[in-house]
């Protein structure tokens, strides 16, 4: 088993930026692959971006160049830098594990972009 707790949401302005964090527990952390979604109201869940065990990286095309994800492995977190931040940014920001059949989720934080 593994918990997922995100923080760092909140609301900012457009074009400020915000990191998120998600501290990981229970398991080995270092083994799994790390994702970040979010979920706009009205709208799918989506994947912003994406980390691997390794460290290689993949974002959605509609946060490159804005966005960075980034993992500690010795403190079990995965971050996400968010900058440039633009109002259809909004969303709930939910953190995700991945290691072969197992799959979690934590419980999301939430992000507003408005002026």
């Known amino acids: 088993q593994v918990q997922l707790v995100e923080s760092g949401g909140g609301l900012v302005q457009p074009g400020g930026s915000l990191r998120l964090s998600c501290a990981a527990s229970g398991s080995i952390f270092s083994l799994y692959h790390m994702a970040w979604y979010r979920q706009a109201p009205g709208k799918q869940r989506e994947l912003v971006a994406f980390i691997t065990s390794a460290g290689s990286t993949n974002y959605a095309d509609s946060v490159k160049g804005r966005f960075t994800i980034s993992r500690d492995n010795e403190k079990s977190t995965v971050y996400l830098q968010m900058n440039s931040l633009k109002p259809e940014d909004t969303a709930v920001y939910y953190c995700?594990?991945?290691?072969?059949?197992?799959?979690?989720w934590g419980q999301g934080t939430r992000v507003t972009v408005s002026s």
């Open positions: 995700n594990a991945v290691r072969m059949a197992d799959n979690y």
